[in-house]
């Protein structure tokens, strides 16, 4: 049995070049620690800017992540069977945490400093509800409070992620708000607005001003993508061949970095070569059709400006079904990443991503969160491809949450009632045009 790992691994020292520093959103000056500590705790902080490769995983963390670590690596055969494929797939499953997905992994650890530094309380935003179910549930373990802004389009849709916050004992409220400045602004201009990851941020941030409270961020940043790297460093013990693909999906970066750094690093040491594709939804392709320049992480302005794949600090993605994804921009160091060549990205639209996660849950048992079947869509092609030329790959990929609390989702794909989302040029190029 694979051993739960005691360090996280940070990737940033090993690149051949540094990822651009964030910028202060007033002076526009490169952000020092102390300008971060309004918002996250020193140990946050430091692991943010740390150049040292391995930081090690606090004991308290470790047990907690013990009531669902280490997770595991399926071989998928009858995935394989239905394909008729050569291919031989793997997936490494994150759907077993407390809340069913891979983000209690820096849940648990951002509770855990903010609370050994005496904050009392954590404000945050969350799309799907899987960061914020993660986080209320972290909190918990750490007696936090814990108040989350959720996008609408997901407070909508899906009414039990808001019940499982509550049960955590979290406070909800649909974003954009009446509660704060962000979001009475939104609803001014827009009283119907589906919410965006973007405005939700603002809005959480805001809501993070008092002395005895601070701000959580469930993917995107450096130290959240190293918390992540548990995954990726348990599939390495467990997987008993080298891998010839890794795929993952993207919204803001967490779940692909988690699984794919520690295969990276071989590679950036000279190693194993593998090829690593990042999927990302058509109606957010960041990646795929962003731009990559200096944007706001939110939408009302008031977060740093980051160096990454951006489609507009405030594009507001149409409502799809996988609302982790629904982010306007991609992690800085992932984007950095990607411009210096170290992996490729595609755009799936939502029906392909679903008729995926329908085969693989008739053929595996596991239903996918919607986030995930971008991934797995992306592999049954490459699979399907494998069994077209005979190629015998070794594809490894992250089903990073099941969708129990998504079976809404799934009635709208099996009724013929879903439809993809076009992302026209203009609407793109408006947004882009009102860049920083």
Same mark, same amino acid.
């Given at each position: 049995?694979?051993? %739960?790992?005691?360090?996280?691994?940070?990737?940033?020292?090993?690149?051949?070049?540094?990822?651009?520093?964030?910028? !202060?959103?007033?002076?526009?000056?490169?952000?020092?620690?102390?300008?971060? *500590?309004?918002?996250?705790?020193?140990?946050?902080?430091? @692991?943010?800017?740390?150049?040292?490769?391995?930081?090690?995983?606090?004991?308290?963390?470790?047990?907690?992540?013990?009531?669902?670590?280490?997770?595991?690596?399926?071989?998928?055969?009858?995935?394989?069977?239905?394909?008729?494929?050569?291919?031989?797939?793997?997936?490494?499953?994150?759907?077993?945490?407390?809340?069913?997905?891979?983000?209690?992994?820096?849940?648990?650890?951002? *509770?855990?400093?903010?609370?050994? @530094?005496?904050?009392?309380?954590?404000?945050?935003?969350?799309?799907?509800?899987?960061?914020?179910? *993660? %986080?209320?549930?972290?909190?918990?373990?750490?007696? #936090?409070?814990?108040?989350?802004?959720?996008?609408?389009?997901?407070?909508?849709?899906?009414?039990?992620?808001?019940?499982?916050? $509550?049960?955590?004992?979290?406070?909800?409220?649909?974003?954009?708000?009446?509660?704060?400045?962000?979001? /009475?602004?939104?609803?001014?201009?827009?009283?119907?607005?589906?919410?965006?990851?973007?405005?939700?941020?603002?809005?959480?941030?805001?809501?993070?001003?008092?002395?005895?409270?601070?701000?959580?961020? $469930?993917?995107?940043?450096? !130290?959240?993508?190293? !918390?992540?790297?548990?995954?990726?460093?348990?599939?390495?013990?467990?997987?008993?061949?080298?891998?010839? #693909?890794?795929? $993952?999906?993207?919204?803001? $970066?967490?779940?692909?970095?988690?699984?794919?750094?520690?295969?990276?690093?071989?590679?950036?040491? &000279? &190693? !194993?070569?593998?090829?690593?594709? /990042?999927?990302?939804?058509?109606?957010?392709?960041?990646?795929?059709?962003?731009?990559?320049?200096?944007?706001?992480?939110?939408?009302?302005?008031?977060?740093?400006? =980051?160096?990454?794949?951006?489609?507009?600090?405030?594009?507001?993605?149409?409502?799809?079904?996988?609302?982790?994804?629904?982010?306007? &921009?991609?992690?800085? =160091?992932?984007?950095?990443?990607?411009?210096?060549?170290?992996?490729?990205?595609?755009?799936?639209?939502?029906? +392909?991503?679903? +008729?995926?996660?329908? #085969?693989?849950?008739?053929?595996?048992?596991?239903?996918?969160?919607?986030?995930?079947?971008?991934?797995?869509?992306?592999?049954? +092609?490459?699979?399907?491809?494998?069994?077209?030329?005979?190629?015998?790959?070794?594809? %490894?990929?992250?089903?990073?949450?099941?969708?129990?609390?998504?079976?809404? *989702?799934?009635?709208?794909?099996?009724?013929?009632?879903?439809?993809?989302?076009?992302?026209?040029?203009?609407?793109?190029?408006?947004?882009?045009?009102?860049?920083?």
């Amino acid at each position: 049995m694979v051993e %739960l790992p005691r360090r996280w691994y940070n990737i940033v020292p090993d690149l051949p070049a540094p990822p651009p520093p964030p910028l !202060h959103p007033g002076t526009r000056a490169p952000l020092g620690p102390d300008d971060l *500590a309004p918002l996250f705790p020193a140990d946050l902080i430091a @692991q943010e800017v740390s150049t040292e490769p391995f930081t090690d995983i606090p004991e308290e963390v470790r047990e907690v992540y013990r009531l669902w670590r280490p997770t595991p690596l399926i071989r998928a055969r009858r995935l394989e069977k239905a394909l008729g494929t050569p291919a031989r797939i793997y997936v490494k499953y994150e759907g077993g945490s407390p809340v069913g997905s891979h983000k209690p992994n820096t849940a648990v650890p951002q *509770a855990y400093y903010n609370a050994r @530094q005496g904050v009392r309380r954590l404000t945050t935003e969350t799309g799907a509800g899987q960061w914020g179910s *993660a %986080l209320a549930f972290a909190c918990a373990q750490f007696g #936090l409070d814990c108040e989350v802004w959720m996008v609408r389009a997901s407070y909508d849709q899906k009414p039990y992620r808001r019940s499982m916050m $509550g049960l955590f004992g979290a406070t909800v409220h649909a974003s954009p708000s009446p509660r704060t400045t962000a979001g /009475a602004k939104v609803l001014a201009d827009d009283p119907d607005s589906p919410g965006s990851l973007g405005i939700a941020i603002s809005e959480a941030v805001e809501a993070a001003a008092p002395d005895d409270t601070r701000y959580a961020l $469930g993917s995107v940043l450096n !130290h959240v993508l190293m !918390h992540q790297t548990v995954i990726g460093e348990e599939a390495l013990e467990q997987l008993g061949e080298a891998p010839d #693909l890794i795929v $993952g999906c993207t919204g803001g $970066g967490s779940n692909f970095a988690g699984l794919v750094f520690p295969f990276l690093r071989g590679k950036l040491a &000279g &190693g !194993h070569s593998p090829d690593v594709l /990042a999927v990302e939804p058509a109606a957010c392709p960041s990646f795929t059709r962003g731009r990559y320049a200096y944007d706001y992480g939110d939408t009302a302005g008031f977060t740093p400006l =980051l160096k990454m794949h951006t489609l507009g600090h405030d594009f507001v993605p149409d409502p799809i079904h996988a609302g982790g994804l629904r982010y306007h &921009g991609m992690s800085p =160091l992932l984007s950095h990443m990607y411009e210096l060549g170290l992996f490729r990205a595609t755009a799936k639209p939502q029906r +392909e991503c679903f +008729e995926a996660g329908v #085969l693989f849950a008739r053929t595996e048992g596991i239903v996918p969160a919607p986030e995930p079947t971008h991934a797995l869509a992306a592999v049954v +092609e490459e699979a399907r491809r494998c069994a077209a030329t005979g190629e015998a790959k070794v594809i %490894l990929t992250a089903l990073c949450g099941h969708g129990h609390l998504d079976m809404a *989702a799934y009635d709208r794909y099996l009724s013929g009632e879903m439809r993809d989302h076009d992302l026209p040029e203009g609407r793109l190029d408006a947004a882009l045009a009102r860049l920083p």
